[in-house]
């Protein structure tokens, strides 16, 4: 039996708020992304949290986000997939470790995959950049989407949704998250499906 990501109190959680890349903390909705990924990953009996569960959590807790990806058929299959991981295509994960081949493998990564551990350090520093001292959920999208290998990009190809189209839906939208624009986009704002 693999050992589980260990459960948490919420001072526990709040004494150990991932901080990522150069000093920058977690926005309270990243915050609460990042718990409830890893709420997933223990239901799902995995040993890190990855892209794919940093994805769904992000889907169910960030307006954001979820308003990216538009209205549509693809967003229902996207969350159908999602929802479906541990009894179908998301059985072979079971026991691996999801990762990009860019940084050697660590085990013990906070309880994150190599690949995840490297999209949370992608988003603080793309949070910096626009001078945000939070990362936002938005920025971990756009972190995840970046990487081909990414497990979550597995899942948008098979519900139909092209990264490199939502990367750039990302980009044309950037504006809205610079501190203090708050995106304020949220579920079924008019935008049209990817």
Same mark, same amino acid.
């Given at each position: 039996m693999q050992p589980r990501i260990p459960r948490q109190s919420a001072q526990e959680q709040d004494r150990r708020r991932p901080a990522v890349a150069d000093g920058a903390r977690l926005s309270d909705e990243l915050a609460a992304v990042v718990s409830g990924a890893r709420r997933r990953a223990v239901r799902d009996g995995d040993r890190q949290i990855d892209s794919a569960q940093l994805l769904h959590s992000l889907l169910e807790h960030d307006r954001d986000v979820y308003a990216v990806f538009g209205e549509g058929p693809q967003i229902a299959r996207l969350l159908g997939y999602l929802v479906?991981?541990?009894?179908?295509? /998301?059985?072979?994960?079971?026991?691996?470790?999801?990762?990009?081949?860019?940084? $050697?493998?660590?085990?013990? /990564? =906070?309880?994150?995959? $190599?690949?995840?551990?490297?999209?949370?350090?992608?988003?603080?520093r793309r949070a910096a950049r626009r001078g945000d001292p939070q990362a936002r959920g938005i920025d971990l999208l756009a972190a995840i989407v970046a990487d081909p290998q990414a497990r979550a990009v597995e899942v948008l190809a098979r519900a139909g949704i092209d990264a490199a189209v939502l990367r750039?839906?990302?980009?044309?939208?950037?504006? =809205?998250?610079?501190?203090?624009?708050?995106? /304020?986009?949220?579920?079924?704002?008019?935008?049209?499906?990817?």
């Amino acid at each position: 039996m693999q050992p589980r990501i260990p459960r948490q109190s919420a001072q526990e959680q709040d004494r150990r708020r991932p901080a990522v890349a150069d000093g920058a903390r977690l926005s309270d909705e990243l915050a609460a992304v990042v718990s409830g990924a890893r709420r997933r990953a223990v239901r799902d009996g995995d040993r890190q949290i990855d892209s794919a569960q940093l994805l769904h959590s992000l889907l169910e807790h960030d307006r954001d986000v979820y308003a990216v990806f538009g209205e549509g058929p693809q967003i229902a299959r996207l969350l159908g997939y999602l929802v479906q991981r541990t009894i179908g295509y /998301g059985l072979r994960w079971q026991g691996t470790v999801e990762d990009s081949g860019a940084v $050697p493998v660590l085990r013990d /990564g =906070e309880g994150f995959s $190599p690949l995840a551990a490297s999209a949370m350090e992608h988003a603080s520093r793309r949070a910096a950049r626009r001078g945000d001292p939070q990362a936002r959920g938005i920025d971990l999208l756009a972190a995840i989407v970046a990487d081909p290998q990414a497990r979550a990009v597995e899942v948008l190809a098979r519900a139909g949704i092209d990264a490199a189209v939502l990367r750039a839906r990302i980009d044309e939208r950037r504006d =809205e998250y610079a501190v203090g624009g708050g995106g /304020g986009g949220g579920v079924g704002d008019g935008d049209t499906a990817l």
